[in-house]
Structure formats: structure tokens, C-alpha cells
């Protein structure tokens, strides 16, 4: 009998032992992953405007890229997931207020905005976290330039927010890339950019405007695996899933209320139609035309 306990002790030792060498492996990569450098990027800079038609339009970019989701309503910044085994994310304040940009940094400038939302590089040249910027890298000049211009023209908001800490969940989940963590790996940092794009009912707008969606409903939108554990299943948007089913106007009807033709409510804590719904009609129509042109 002892001598079975004493087995089982040396498996389970050898065991642990085996688990704590691969977590410390998983660690340092993704540490190390965090820690690059990239100072070699080039950040173009973008001309941000003043004037109050590019802070309407300002607005709308952020409305519709869901910056407040995450930076709070008044981009004062909040914590986004605070859980024991994945650790504290957190938005930063993105006003003048305490514990904002220009109180955390000794400055802020234009040339750093353009760094962090369209590249995910922080002002120490690492890649920032969680941050989307893969969504924005393909923003036009002219949109970039008018949402940066939007941001700055808030308010200042005193909020300090906490540091992020990381637990072992988020780094075995990054280092499996089964959480955006290393926002600067998903960007095309050599991307020529353009200038300005026209809002018109075309796929080719609808593509622009689509890259919003990626995140969750995947580079092809036909969905996939839940994104964090205990998050609905991902569903199919092309014309071989949902969106091929519908009309126009329920395409239009569902991201406007939340519920689909079939009538399930989709939750806004997971499918951000709150942030779809302000859309404009030939934003949405684009999306649709995007999406039901999909090849299969
Ligand atoms: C999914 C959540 C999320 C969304 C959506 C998001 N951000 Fe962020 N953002 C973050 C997090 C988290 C950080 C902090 C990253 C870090 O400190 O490593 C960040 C950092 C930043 C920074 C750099 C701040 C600093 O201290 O260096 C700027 C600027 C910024 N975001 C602007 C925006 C804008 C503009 C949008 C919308 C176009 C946006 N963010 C959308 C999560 C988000
Ligand atoms: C943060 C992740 C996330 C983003 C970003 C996102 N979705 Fe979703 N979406 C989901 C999830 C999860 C569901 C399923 C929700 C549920 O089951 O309650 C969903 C459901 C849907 C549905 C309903 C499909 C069906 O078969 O019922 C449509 C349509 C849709 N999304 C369109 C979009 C479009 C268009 C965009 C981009 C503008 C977008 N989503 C962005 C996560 C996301």
C-alpha cells in the first residue's frame, strides 16, 4: 500500500513538474512577444483637422468602432475584465483629466495617436494590449484624422484607473493566439493607407467598414469557436449563414434592434449591436451587399 502512494507521489511530483516547466515556457514567450521593440515602424503622420464637421465625423468613427466600449462613455477609461484567472484589463483614460494621457505621459502628441490606434504601438515602442488596432490600421487618413481630432476634443475626465496584470490564463490563451493580446502582431505596419474614402452603397465600402467584424466573426465572417470561455458561438454572417437568409431590411432591422428574423435577441455583451446600430443606412446597406457577395 505505501509503496503505491509513494508511486502515485512520484507521477503527480513529475506531473506538476512538467506543467510548471511548460507554463514557465508559455510565459516567457509571451513575455517576450510584449517586450519587442518596435521602434523601426514608421508612422506616418496624418493631418488632424479642427473644424466641427470632422468632430461630427469623428464621432461617428468611434461610435461605430466601438471606442467607448472599452475607453468608457466619456473615454475616461475602465476596467474591462477583471477575473482571477485571466487578470485585469483595462482601458486607459484617454482625456487630459488625472490619470489621462497627458497626466500618465509627459506628452501626448498627434504622431503618438496615430501610433497607438493604427498601429497598437505604445509611446515605449512595445505593442500595446488588447487594444484593436488591426481594426483601424486600414482607416482612411481623412477618418483617422477627424477621430483623433474627436478625441482630443473631450472633455477632461479624472479617473485613474489600475495597472493591467496578466494571470496564467491570458498568457497560455495568447500564446495558443486564442486571445488578441499583442495588439502590434495583427497589423500590416507597411500598409500604404489612403486618403479618403466615399460612403456609397458598394461591396467595396462595405468591406472597409467590415474590418470592424473580423475580431469575433473571423477574416472570413463565418464565425467560429466562442472568443472568451463562456461566450455564445460565434455564428457564420455570409450569404452560406444568417445573412444569407435575409432580406436587406432585416439585415438592417437586426443590427438596428438586436433581434433577428427568427427572433433571438442577441446578447450586446457579446454580438456589440449597440455599437452596429449607428451605423448610417448606406454604411449598413454596404455591409450588406460586403457580406452577401462573399465568396463561398
Ligand atoms: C477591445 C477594447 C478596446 C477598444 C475597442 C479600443 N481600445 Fe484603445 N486601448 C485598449 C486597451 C486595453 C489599451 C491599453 C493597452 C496597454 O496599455 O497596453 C488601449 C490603448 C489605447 C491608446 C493608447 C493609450 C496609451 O496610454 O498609450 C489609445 C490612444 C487608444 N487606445 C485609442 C482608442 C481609440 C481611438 C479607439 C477606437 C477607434 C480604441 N482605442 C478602441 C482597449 C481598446
Ligand atoms: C465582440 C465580438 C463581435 C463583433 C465585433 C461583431 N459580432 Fe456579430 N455576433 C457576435 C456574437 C457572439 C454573436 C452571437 C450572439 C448571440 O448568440 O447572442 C453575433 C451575432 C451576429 C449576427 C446574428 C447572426 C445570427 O445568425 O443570428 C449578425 C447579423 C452579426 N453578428 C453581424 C455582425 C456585424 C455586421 C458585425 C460588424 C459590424 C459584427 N457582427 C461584429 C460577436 C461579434
Partial sequence: MKKIFKWAGIILGTLIAILLVAYAFIY???????????????????????????????????NIKGCNDCHNVNYEGRIIIDD????????????TGKGGLTTRYTSYTDQDFVRAIKH??????KSLKL?????YNSLSNEDLGALIAY?????????????????PVIYVLANFDK??????????????????????????????LAISCTGCHRDTFTGGEPLIPGSPQVPNITRTGSVGKWTESQFIETLRTGVTPEGKKLDP????WPMAKQFTDTEIKSLYLFLKNLPA
Avoid: C, W
Fill in 269 to 272: 455583451q457579446f454580438m456589440p
Fill in 84 to 95: 482571477p484567472g485571466l487578470g485585469k484589463l483595462v482601458a486607459p483614460n484617454l482625456t
Fill in 131 to 135: 487594444m484593436p488596432s488591426y481594426e
Fill in 179 to 208: 486571445f488578441p493580446l499583442v495588439s502590434a502582431e495583427k497589423v500590416d505596419h507597411a500598409a500604404p493607407g489612403i486618403d479618403v474614402v466615399k460612403p456609397e452603397v458598394t461591396p467595396a465600402y462595405g468591406k472597409y
Fill in 151 to 167: 478625441i482630443k476634443s473631450r472633455p477632461a475626465v479624472d479617473n485613474e484607473v489600475p495597472a493591467i496584470t496578466l494571470k
Fill in 28 to 62: 516567457f514567450r509571451v513575455e517576450g512577444r510584449l517586450n519587442k521593440q518596435y521602434n523601426e515602424v514608421a508612422v506616418k503622420p496624418v493631418k488632424i483637422p479642427s473644424d466641427s464637421a470632422a468632430i461630427v465625423l469623428g464621432e461617428h468613427i468611434a
Fill in 120 to 125: 497598437g504601438i505604445g509611446k515605449d515602442g
